[in-house]
T-cell receptor
């Protein structure tokens, strides 16, 4: 299957700082990327959908100014958590899809963010 | 709108026993169905998928699932589990929603295999 690389796998940052998480599709061009947040023992909550070259579409309740998403190329999307607070601590997972329609999304390994 | 219900939050089973993880979905359009496995602190790995054709789908690691349209179910089964199958399993549905096919996940089922 296709490979999606997410970096870093773990990050600890101080409250008030910003953290950038990268999601790369290594062997295919990802027209659409999804960012999810997962709380302990819970399912994945879709945060936003991004299409290459256009603004991300955020789900209801997700702060656009706090979670900045950039999908500048067909192989890279980034999620920046700005002015992080302890409540932002979570597991963030990206997924990428080669095209719209009947294809599955491939997932990165996730990033464990801890804000202290 | 589409939704996924995984009825069991936790399924304990002994090694080499059979297991079934249940998944029901609702959607107003044609759907594509998936099962993913997640090991601790890792992303999701695709186990199997149903897009069309045969309703019995075979996946990796000896898992299979059967799509039942009348019952709107897509239960995951394995005839004999191993300790290494202990993980979180997510059922997902993807259907036409403005043409975007955004996957929706169930809450997950924790499979615990005991020796």
């Amino acid at each position: 299957g296709a490979v999606v690389s997410q970096h870093p796998s773990r990050v600890i940052c101080k409250s008030g700082t910003s953290v950038k998480i990268e999601c790369r599709s290594l062997d295919f061009q990802a027209t659409t990327m999804f960012w999810y947040r997962q709380f302990p023992k819970q399912s994945l909550m879709l945060m936003a959908t991004s299409n290459e070259g256009s603004k991300a579409t955020y789900e209801q309740g997700v702060e656009k100014d706090k979670f900045l998403i950039n999908h500048a190329s067909l192989t890279l999307s980034t999620l920046t958590v700005t002015s992080a607070h302890p409540e932002d601590s979570s597991f963030y997972i990206c997924s990428a899809r080669a095209s719209t329609g009947r294809t599955e999304a491939f997932f990165g390994q996730g990033t464990r963010l801890t804000v202290v | 709108a589409q939704s996924v219900t995984q009825l069991d939050s936790q399924v304990p089973v002994f090694e080499e026993a059979p297991v079934e993880l249940r998944c029901n979905y609702s959607s107003s359009v044609s759907v594509y169905l998936f099962w993913y496995v997640q090991y601790p602190n890792q992303g999701l790995q695709l186990l199997l998928k149903y897009l069309s054709g045969s309703t019995l789908v075979k996946g990796i690691n000896g898992f299979e699932a059967e799509f039942n349209k009348s019952q709107t179910s897509f239960h995951l089964r394995k005839p004999s589990v191993h300790i290494s199958d202990t993980a979180e399993y997510f059922c997902a549905v993807s259907g036409a929603s403005g043409g975007s096919y955004i996957p929706t996940f169930g809450r997950g089922t924790s499979l615990i295999v005991h020796p």
